[in-house]
């Protein structure tokens, strides 16, 4: 067993350690150190695995949003180390494309530039660069490494779309960055975001909602200004989105200790036995939850996932 491993496995030793990790990582962005290893999706993928994520999550957002094309100004959230997606939404009706990091996940050139050369062979994207296929030579898009979403959205131009995968689950402030978000839309614009309530490996070994149970200031020490999870789970989304009278959809991606994934349905559309399963799993746990949480309903405490869909009434009269 390995020592990350081994304190993963001990929720007291890996809170220590993570209230020291956080430290260094708040002291590291302090002095303008935003490079991360989170993110780099496509390190561990060999190019066809590449291309076949990249095609799923531009798909998903139009099955998502129930569109066949994306127009206009596109924010991104999180592109991770490529901007495949990206390429795909300005190939098929974004006008431009500005994608957006708090940190910058290490990418290797080389490897990138094998995938934006097969995406171009692939989708016929020639005409996207200037030049021979790079993220250097991408056309239309705009990178913004350190710039967090909670401040992007205070001073940007107006947009027609937003959209994320799993990544609001990293930002210190998601349900303030929405209001940005909302703010700044263009009528009949699109927010789209899926969120992965999951803990990213944090208690590897342990019970999924252990994270749950860590006192919030405690918590605080650990998560803030490191990207970790930050615990704010469905019903909170949905009842600021209520209280905002936004016309925002939910549906379900994951649950908790199931391992299949879901295609963004409604609670009542989840296979029964997956349902009973999260349900467990929550009553088994919840005599230890934080404060915080321990009036969430058992259903609320059973989405590991979801995804987000707001548009914008295209009039304001």
Known sequence: MSFAHFIKQNPRLASLYYIFDGWRRRRRLRHGDIATSSGTRHAALDIEDSLAYIEKVWRDYLAWSDRKTIAGRV?????????????????????????????????DPEAQAAIYRALAERFDLAGRFDGPPSEAAIRDL???????????????????????????????????SLDSQWARLKPGGLLLHRVDLRDHGMFAGNHPLTYLTIAPATYRL????????????????????????????????????????????????????????????????????????????????????????????????
């Open 222 to 317: 650990i998560a803030e200004q490191t990207g970790r999870p930050n615990r704010i789970l469905l019903p909170y989304y949905r009842e600021h989105a209520q209280q905002r009278r936004w016309p925002a959809r939910f549906g379900i991606t994951r649950l908790v200790d199931v391992p299949s994934e879901y295609p963004n349905l409604p609670w009542d559309a989840l296979p029964e036995a997956d349902r009973m399963r999260a349900l467990a799993a929550v009553m088994a746990i919840r005599p230890k939850l934080a404060a915080p949480f321990r009036a969430l309903s058992d259903k609320d405490l059973a989405v590991a996932g979801f995804v987000l869909l707001a548009e914008k009434p295209a009039t304001t009269g």
């Open 75 to 107: 924010v991104e959230i999180g592109p991770g180390d490529n901007f495949g997606v990206a390429l795909l939404l300005l190939k098929h009706g974004a006008a431009f494309v500005e994608a957006i990091d708090k940190f910058a996940p290490w990418r």
């Open 142 to 176: 705009a990178y913004h490494p350190g710039m967090p979403a909670e401040r992007y959205f205070t001073d940007c131009a107006p947009m027609d779309a937003v959209l994320s995968r799993a990544v609001l689950e990293h930002l210190d402030d998601p349900l303030a």
